[in-house]
């Protein structure tokens, strides 16, 4: 059954690879990012009563939500068969939420959240229950969300044709800060584990 649900999968929107399109996915990253960070500070303030919530970042962005409806909305179009976008909007947060708990924890020997004690959960990195949270949102962002995202982006498109690359530089220059910022924090826990005697 997954492999006829799988088979019906192909690339979609490849007229995003090029000039235009890298506006485009800046433009999609920054807001589903913001939207991702909003989602999880809220999240945080109605179960632990704070609003902020550590962030690898420097600004208000999550890339994990940037980067699962790209990926979403190269894999999905409207013709896409319902089982297989379900799937997708299942697999797709799961791995990228996974990979980036577990490539966190390898570079900076550091978690941002933990499923330890949460059922159905591996490594600590993801759980069912989380999962299947995911994909409701990923599938109500992919049905409801995103074709309005995509009306804005028209509409402020002629702006934005000025100001992406700027937006981009922002995002690189946070990253590099942010590695070097959790880099030496590690590099400090390290040392202050391991005194030299």
């Known amino acids: 059954m997954i492999i006829n649900l799988l088979n019906g999968i192909e690339f979609q ?8 399109g890298a506006a485009a996915i800046i433009f999609y990253f ?3 990012s913001l939207l991702g960070w909003l989602l999880e500070n809220s999240y945080n ?3 632990k009563r704070e609003f902020f919530k550590p962030n690898f970042l420097f600004g208000p962005f ?8 790209l990926f979403l909305v190269f894999l999905i179009s409207p013709e896409t068969n319902g089982g297989a976008a379900i799937l997708l909007c299942f697999l797709i947060p799961t791995i990228v939420e996974y990979l980036t708990g577990a490539l966190l924890q390898k ?3 550091r978690k941002w959240w933990d499923y330890s004690d949460t059922p159905m959960q591996i490594h600590g990195h993801i759980c069912l229950p989380f999962s299947l949270c995911w994909m409701v949102l990923s599938f109500i962002c992919m049905k409801w969300l995103h074709p309005g995202i995509v009306t804005m982006y028209g509409a402020i498109e002629p702006f ?3 100001v992406w690359s700027a937006i981009g530089l922002y995002f690189l220059a946070d990253l ?3 590695i070097r910022k959790h880099s030496l924090q590690e590099l400090m826990t ?3 584990n391991n005194p030299i005697q």
């Not at 490849?14 to 000039?19: G, K, R, S, Y």
């Not at 999550?62 to 409806?69: A, E, I, L, N």
């Open 45 to 47: 303030f109605f179960t």
């Open 176 to 178: 590099v800060l942010a």
């Open 30 to 32: 920054t807001i589903y």
């Open 190 to 192: 390290e040392k202050a």
């Open 62 to 69: 999550k890339p994990m939500y940037g980067f699962t409806p």
């Open 13 to 20: 929107n490849l007229d995003l690879i090029n000039l235009e």
């Open 107 to 109: 570079l900076f020997n």
């Open 160 to 162: 934005w044709s000025w």
